[in-house]
Each structure stands twice: as C-alpha cells, then as structure tokens.
C-alpha cells in the first residue's frame, strides 16, 4: 500500500497531537500553520525576560496527559517536569473574606468551618459525586469517540441520565451541599472553562472541581507551552514536517472529496487525507464551500472570550499566589452579562496569575511576570461592541480587585503591557466570534451531538480540536488527537 499523505490544517495541541500519531503509523504528514510558531492557543511570548502564557495556565486532569502521552509512548511526568500547585486556587470574595482550595483536608475543614458551619461534610459529599461524575464522564464520554448514532443512544448509556446528573443545573444542584453562596460559587466557577454559566452548566460538571483537588492541577517547568515543545518533538522524531507562516485560504473539494488545499499565496498541496484543526465553524464558514452546516455552526452556542493582560513588572509581589481568582458577589449577574448580554459584567470576577510563583525564571530577578484575565462575552453578530473600552474597564477591575489584597502600586510598576481582546483571538488564531473555548458544552453540544470530526460529505476530511469532539481544553485537545487519528486510520485501513 502506499504511504498515504495527510495535511494537517493549524498547529495547536490537537492538530500536532494526531500529526504525531498518524505519523509514528506510517503516514506522511505536513502540518500548515498560519503563525510563525506552534501551540495554537496554548501560546507564549517572551519580552526583557518576561515569560508569558498567553493561553491556557492551568494543567489540570493530569491523568488524560499521562494517558494520551503514553500512547505516544512518552512519559509526560518525566517530559514536563511538573509540580504540583497546592493550593491550587487563592479565592477573594467581594467582603474580602478568603479560601485557598488545598488537598489537604484539614486545612479545608478549617476553612470551610469558618464560612458555614457544618459545611465540610457537604464537601466531602460534593467530592464523592465529583468523583463519581469523573470516573464516568472521562471513560463514556470524553475517551469516546460516536462515530454514528447507535453508538451513543444504547441501553449501556441509559442510566448516564441518572448518574452525571446531565438534566440537573449545576449550581441548583449545589444546594444539595452548602447554603453559602460563596461556596457554591468556589466550585462552580470552573464551569466557564466549558464556556458555560454554572446555572446553565449540567451538574455533570463537578467533575471539574473534584479532579483539581483529587489530581492536582500542575505546572510544568517554563510553563504550559512547555507541553506544546514536547508535542513537537513527539512529532518532528516521527517525521512530522511542519511549515509556518503558511495560512490555508481554502480547501479544494470536488465530488464527495476533498482533493487539497490553496494556501494564501496561491500554492496547491494535494493529499489523501486533510484533517482541520483550525477552529471547526472558521472551517466551515471560511474554508469549504458555503452550505447550510456553516450557518448552523454560527448560530450554535459558542464560549465566552477573555481580555488578557500580560504584565512585565519591575519589583515582586510576594503576596500575590500562583493562582488568584476574585469572585464577585453578584455572580448570577456576571455570567449573564457575559454570556446574555456579551460584554464586560460591572463587577466582573476575574483571575490572576503570577508563574514566577511557581517557576522563578519566568521573570527577570527581583521583578515579576503577571498575568490578568478578565471574562467577556465574545464578539457578537454585528460586531457593536466597543472592545478598547472594555479593555480599559477590564484594567481598571484588575487595578481595584488588588486593593483587597493591599496591592495599591501596581500600575505604577508596570514596565510594559500587552493585552489581548476578543478582537485578538479572532485574529491571531481564527476563532470564530473571538471565542476562547470554541463551541460550549451546553447539553445539546456534548457527546454525540458536538460536530462530529468527520465530515458529512467530504469523508477525507475530518476535524480535530476544541469545537470537535470530546471538547475544549488541553487534555481533551489531546484525546480529541487521538480519536481523530484512530478514526483516519480505520478509514484507511477499510479503503485499502
Ligand atoms: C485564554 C485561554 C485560557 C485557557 N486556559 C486553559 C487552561 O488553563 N487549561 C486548559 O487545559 N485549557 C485552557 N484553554 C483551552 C485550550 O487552550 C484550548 O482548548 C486548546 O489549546 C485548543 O487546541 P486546539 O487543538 O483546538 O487548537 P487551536 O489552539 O485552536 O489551534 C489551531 C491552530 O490552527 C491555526 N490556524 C487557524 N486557521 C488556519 C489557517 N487558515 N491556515 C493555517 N493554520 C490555521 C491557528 O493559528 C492555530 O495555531 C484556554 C484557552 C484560552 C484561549
């Protein structure tokens, strides 16, 4: 047989993840990415000895990377280098009272004690059904792939109904646990990084909060994008040829095939095979040729976006942990500014986070390396919203939040700033709407109603990434690379 070709659209986790499988099976593969460096979201930028990531901050359900690593025949403990944060997050409420979500249980009794009395025992009963909704929602839901109908709708999947609690909104569900608003907020705000309200999110989701405490969340040495250089270097020792700065303007189909693609400066590359890790609903809108899926990707559910502020800063604040996260009182009202309304909440929760916390050499000596992220709804249909100004009301947030935590000098220290609105993200990686996470993981786009990474007409093209399946985030980008490539390679195998 011979060696089948296989272009590969965009460089992010999920793209070189299927690249290196594919590959290490016998594929000839050519990753085209747009930008003049991989990752995709999973970014960096340096500046006067500041490291940033510009993406994702967070490792979290390290058991996927040991996973997916592995089967790439890698180690990732041993690749990343990783530490465990512990605690993971430093949480500030709006009357300044405080927890720091630690594994050490004692410590949380403690805590947990002192915001509502007799609430620990609601913790621990909140964590069994974490762990009951992690265990199950990993093996049926995120390492599945649903290649037709009849593998998702069976009888084994029936009582999933009863056990993930998917019909149960999240935070309704909280009351079962705690009274205090604050802590059904302290394990419910995870929910954005599905791009949902947790008064929308199914309650499936505490899955989320049990696995950060259960599992950790990590930090590898240099930073996340490190996990983006051990990818490359899966990929490239298995022949992955990779070229940047080479943006695919459109994919050629003809028939029931899609024969190659045409890159924006007018150069054709043909190939057996094309899998799409650019944003899916981009791929369909911008790359195909217009049907009616592309209209109805667009008016799916997306993800909110972000502002992110990256901050060179010229002294340390000691004070400040790896992970801060400001909860806002009014937290039904933030998320409905940011997911009904699509813009910036007046008293908007937000997160910051200092790497050289965790890794000194993330910034020179003697100063500080900050990154601030401010959740905002994504760009809307007819583009109205004023992003400059909501980028300098997001700053002013991050300036007032620190008050609390008796950081008042903080603008006057700032060396240099970079920011990025959802304006930034379109363009940098051609997310649609701007939209951080992709498609959301509302009830009607998870599992086998999320766009299937195969395409319905074209079945030499399939889709690998976070708006595919199983969704969003750097461990389920890797699955998604696997499932993606497991896929091509039965076709493959079938078509001789
Ligand atoms: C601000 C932020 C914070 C996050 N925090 C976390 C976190 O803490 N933990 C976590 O696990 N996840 C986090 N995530 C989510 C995670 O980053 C993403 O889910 C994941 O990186 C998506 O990977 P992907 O495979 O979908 O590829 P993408 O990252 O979408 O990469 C696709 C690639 O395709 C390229 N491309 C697009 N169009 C073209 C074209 N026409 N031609 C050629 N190339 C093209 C793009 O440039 C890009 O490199 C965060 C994301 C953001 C934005």
């Known amino acids: 047989m011979k060696t089948p070709s296989i272009i590969v659209i965009g460089a992010g986790v999920g793209g070189i993840a299927a690249a290196a499988r594919l590959a290490q099976h016998g594929s000839h593969v050519t990753v085209l990415e747009k930008n003049s460096q991989a990752g995709g979201r999973c970014d960096h930028i340096s500046r006067d000895g500041h490291h940033f990531d510009t993406g994702p901050t967070l490792l979290v359900m390290p058991l996927l990377y040991d996973a997916e690593f592995a089967k790439l025949g890698a180690s990732a403990r041993e690749m990343l280098q990783l530490q465990r944060v512990d605690p993971t997050y430093h949480l500030v409420f709006d009357d300044g009272s405080q927890l720091a979500l630690t594994s050490d249980l004692n410590s949380m009794r403690e805590q947990l004690e002192s915001i509502e009395p007799k609430s620990y025992l609601g913790f621990l009963r909140y964590l069994e059904e974490g762990h009951r909704h992690y265990h199950l929602g990993v093996d049926r839901l995120v390492n599945r792939d649903f290649r037709k109908a009849t593998d998702f709708f069976t009888l084994a999947n029936l009582p999933l109904l009863f056990q993930l609690k998917p019909l149960v909104g999240h935070y309704r569900n909280m009351s079962a646990y705690f009274d205090d608003p604050r802590l059904k907020s302290a394990f419910t705000f995870q929910d954005v990084y599905m791009g949902l309200s947790p008064f929308e ?235 951080t996470h992709g498609l959301c993981h509302n009830l009607t786009q998870l599992g086998y109603f999320r766009p299937s990474n195969r395409h319905a007409r074209y079945h030499n093209l399939y889709f690998v990434g976070a708006s595919t399946r199983p969704g969003t985030g750097i461990p389920t980008a890797l699955v998604s690379g696997r499932l993606a490539a497991e896929r091509i390679m039965d076709d493959l195998e079938v078509l001789g």
């Open 201 to 435: 999110a199914p309650a499936t989701f505490s899955m989320m909060p049990y696995t950060e405490l259960a599992h950790g969340v990590w930090y590898p040495k240099g930073g996340m994008h490190r996990v983006v250089e051990a990818l490359m270097e899966i990929a490239s020792t298995a022949g992955v040829e990779f070229v940047y700065e080479a943006t695919v303007e459109r994919i050629d189909v003809s028939g029931e095939k899609a024969r190659g693609v045409v890159l924006a400066d007018g150069r054709r590359l043909d190939a057996d095979v094309i899998l799409a890790n650019a944003d899916l609903p981009y791929v369909y809108r911008d790359l195909l040729p217009q049907d009616a899926m592309a209209d109805r990707l667009e008016n799916k559910r997306f993800s909110c976006s972000v502002v992110s502020f990256f901050w060179g800063v010229d002294k340390t604040y000691e004070t400040l942990n790896p992970h801060t996260l400001f909860l806002a009182d009014d937290y039904r009202e933030n998320f409905k500014s940011i997911i009904d309304d699509l813009t910036i909440p007046e008293n908007p929760s937000l997160y910051i986070h200092a790497p050289a916390r965790l890794d000194p050499s993330m910034a020179p000596a003697g100063e500080d390396t900050l990154i601030a992220i401010v959740p905002v709804g994504h760009v809307s249909k007819n583009g109205e919203q004023d992003w400059a100004s909501i980028r300098d009301e997001a700053r002013g947030h991050v300036f007032r939040r620190l008050k609390t935590l008796g950081i008042t000098d903080l603008e006057a220290h700032i060396k240099f700033e970079v920011n990025f609105t959802p304006l930034s993200w379109r363009k940098r990686y051609n997310l649609m709407k701007g939209s």
